[in-house]
């Protein structure tokens, strides 16, 4: 019963920054991750975190722009984007799993969208 909620998104202009949070009732041990999905395009991966926060991993497309973090004391991880581009125009989701056991949990998703 594990519920992820996204907030954070909206309309941006080309360069701006945007900071997204994902809730959840607990994060017990989970490895937490932002994907992204653009109209007639796969789901990408944009940014994994694991359980401590000691290791993070960002997609090539946002190193450098973007930021994964978590606060496990709030049940919260978040993803900090900077110098955003049209590019970074999609539905962001957030998503949890175990560790090497991929990501079975979702939110509903929210959409960011980058004007230019």
């Known amino acids: 019963q594990v519920q992820l909620v996204e907030s954070g998104g909206g309309l941006v202009q080309a360069g701006g920054s945007l900071k997204l949070s994902c809730a959840t009732r607990?994060?017990?041990?989970?490895?937490m991750a932002w994907f992204r999905q653009a109209p007639g395009k796969a789901r990408e991966l944009v940014a994994s975190?694991?359980?401590?926060?000691?290791?993070?991993s960002h997609a090539d497309s946002v190193k450098g722009r973007f930021t994964i973090s978590r606060d496990n004391s709030k049940n919260t991880v978040y993803l900090q984007m900077n110098s955003l581009k049209t590019e970074d125009t999609a539905v962001y989701y957030c998503?949890?799993?175990?560790?090497?056991?991929?990501?079975?949990?979702w939110g509903q998703g929210t959409q960011v969208t980058v004007s230019s």
């Open positions: 998503a949890a799993g175990r560790e090497g056991q991929g990501y079975p949990y």
């Open positions: 975190i694991n359980w401590s926060g000691s290791t993070t």
């Open positions: 607990n994060f017990d041990t989970f490895v």
